[in-house]
């Protein structure tokens, strides 16, 4: 079972979507019977459109409306996978104007159906400026915590089994007031030991998406990543390092990376942060990192450069002051914004003239470092009182 998610712009683009990875479920398990579910707050107007297609082969995989009803389309695909008691279900969004790479339904569904996997994330061709939240933030601080090598750990496309759908819906439904989302269902798997992989998709198309400010959208995601840490604490307080997760497919080679992003303003953007949020910053990190970060404020340009094993603890600090709420908590994950504004800005001067493998060597040393630096996350995790800023 594959679901389609339409996008935003209307169910044109998820229509013939839907009809293509149907000719390829089709194709690729003949001996399986199949069904595309199209996620739409308009599903049954839209299914009803569907014109008849003459390629399709028989017999011909449906593609049946599943109004989303409230529901998030990670949790509309979960329960349509129980309701239809398949082996597994996968997500796709269907982008506005481009087709998916091609295969994108067998490479999600096989390792679940034929290797046994309960979770499949995707991984893409992508140039070095490309995803730099998850490079920074969000891979280095899920391979720390959890010890698994998912290299893009949230993504559109996705594939479960039905033995993790089960999971998912009942403990962990009831456990998790932000059920639904994908780091949700990440870190779901991740800290019950369910077996993961991932495959390569090719390139990733392009979204169109609404302006948003940067603060708002770092804070929601990190956010959302320090409450599945609340949450799942007594499982990744257990595991040390990391490891390989099984990989299919072979990695396709990425677009020409655009123009490196203006270090500049990222730098101007930091230094004001550090002038108007010493206070906020004081409440949640000791005194050594606010004199590096003082340091910094005054580098020029050309040496501005943040420290890996500083960034992982600045991180980690942050993340224990979320779990204390030593302050608002929304106010606290706004005052992060300089900081990774510091962080990017370091990190574009670094790889700006590195080729994609020299870039993947780079966010392995940053992956390290938050790996290293995880013994003084347990540490002040587990006795906050031994530090007082």
Same mark, same amino acid.
Request: charged share 20%.
């Given at each position: 079972?594959?679901?389609?998610?339409?996008?935003?712009?209307?169910?044109?683009?998820?229509?013939?979507?839907?009809? +293509?990875?149907? &000719?390829?479920?089709?194709?690729?398990?003949?001996?399986?019977? @199949?069904?595309?579910? $199209? &996620?739409?707050?308009?599903?049954?107007?839209?299914?009803?459109?569907?014109?008849? !297609?003459?390629?399709?082969?028989?017999?011909?995989?449906?593609? *049946?409306?599943?109004?989303?009803?409230?529901?998030?389309?990670?949790?509309?695909?979960?329960?349509?996978?129980?309701?239809?008691?398949?082996?597994?279900?996968?997500?796709?969004? @269907? @982008?506005?104007?481009? !087709?998916?790479? =091609?295969? %994108?339904?067998?490479?999600?569904?096989?390792?679940?159906?034929?290797?046994?996997?309960?979770?499949?994330?995707?991984?893409?061709?992508?140039?070095?400026?490309?995803?730099?939240?998850?490079?920074? &933030?969000?891979?280095?601080?899920?391979?720390?915590?959890?010890? +698994? +090598?998912?290299?893009?750990? /949230?993504?559109? =496309?996705?594939?479960?089994?039905?033995?993790?759908?089960?999971?998912?819906?009942?403990?962990?439904?009831?456990?998790?007031?932000?059920?639904?989302?994908?780091?949700?269902? /990440?870190?779901?798997?991740?800290?019950?030991?369910?077996?993961?992989?991932?495959?390569?998709?090719?390139?990733?198309?392009?979204? %169109?998406?609404?302006?948003?400010? *940067? @603060?708002?959208?770092?804070?929601? %995601?990190?956010?959302? *990543?320090? #409450?599945?840490?609340?949450? #799942?604490?007594?499982?990744?307080?257990?595991?040390?390092?990391?490891?390989?997760?099984?990989?299919?497919?072979?990695?396709?080679?990425?677009?020409?990376?655009?123009?490196?992003?203006?270090?500049?303003?990222?730098?101007?953007?930091?230094?004001?942060? #550090?002038?108007?949020?010493?206070?906020?910053?004081?409440?949640? $990190?000791?005194?050594?990192?606010?004199?590096? *970060?003082?340091?910094?404020?005054?580098?020029?340009?050309?040496?501005?450069?943040?420290?890996?094993? &500083?960034?992982?603890?600045?991180?980690?600090?942050?993340? /224990?002051?979320?779990?204390?709420? %030593?302050? !608002?908590?929304? $106010? $606290?994950?706004?005052?992060?914004?300089?900081?990774?504004?510091?962080?990017?800005?370091?990190?574009?001067?670094?790889?700006?003239?590195?080729?994609?493998?020299?870039?993947?060597?780079?966010?392995?040393?940053?992956?390290?470092?938050?790996?290293?630096?995880?013994?003084?996350?347990?540490?002040?995790? +587990?006795?906050?009182?031994?530090?007082?800023?």
């Amino acid at each position: 079972m594959i679901a389609i998610r339409a996008p935003d712009t209307g169910a044109a683009d998820a229509l013939r979507t839907a009809h +293509r990875v149907g &000719l390829e479920l089709a194709s690729a398990q003949p001996d399986r019977s @199949a069904v595309v579910l $199209l &996620l739409s707050e308009d599903a049954p107007e839209a299914a009803a459109s569907v014109p008849a !297609d003459p390629r399709a082969p028989a017999p011909r995989v449906p593609i *049946l409306p599943w109004n989303l009803a409230g529901q998030s389309a990670i949790e509309s695909v979960l329960r349509a996978a129980v309701t239809f008691e398949a082996a597994a279900c996968a997500l796709v969004a @269907a @982008a506005d104007g481009h !087709d998916l790479p =091609e295969g %994108v339904a067998r490479r999600l569904l096989a390792p679940v159906l034929e290797e046994g996997f309960d979770l499949v994330c995707p991984c893409y061709a992508s140039h070095r400026y490309e995803g730099v939240v998850t490079t920074g &933030l969000v891979y280095p601080l899920t391979r720390a915590l959890f010890g +698994r +090598r998912l290299r893009q750990p /949230v993504a559109d =496309e996705l594939a479960a089994s039905r033995r993790l759908a089960e999971h998912l819906l009942g403990e962990g439904w009831e456990s998790d007031p932000h059920a639904g989302g994908r780091l949700w269902l /990440v870190t779901g798997a991740l800290s019950a030991e369910y077996q993961v992989c991932q495959a390569w998709l090719g390139a990733r198309p392009p979204r %169109v998406e609404a302006g948003a400010d *940067l @603060a708002v959208a770092l804070a929601r %995601v990190v956010g959302l *990543l320090f #409450h599945e840490m609340r949450l #799942h604490a007594p499982a990744w307080q257990r595991v040390k390092g990391s490891r390989l997760v099984k990989t299919f497919g072979d990695a396709a080679p990425g677009e020409s990376p655009p123009p490196a992003p203006a270090i500049a303003p990222m730098i101007s953007a930091y230094r004001l942060g #550090h002038q108007e949020l010493q206070r906020v910053w004081g409440a949640v $990190l000791p005194p050594q990192t606010l004199l590096a *970060l003082k340091r910094l404020a005054a580098c020029a340009e050309e040496r501005f450069a943040v420290e890996d094993g &500083l960034w992982a603890r600045i991180v980690y600090d942050f993340a /224990v002051g979320y779990h204390l709420a %030593v302050m !608002d908590r929304d $106010l $606290l994950l706004r005052s992060l914004t300089p900081l990774y504004l510091a962080w990017a800005a370091s990190f574009v001067r670094e790889v700006r003239d590195l080729d994609a493998a020299g870039v993947e060597v780079r966010v392995d040393a940053l992956c390290r470092a938050f790996e290293a630096a995880k013994p003084y996350l347990i540490s002040r995790w +587990r006795w906050p009182d031994r530090f007082n800023p």
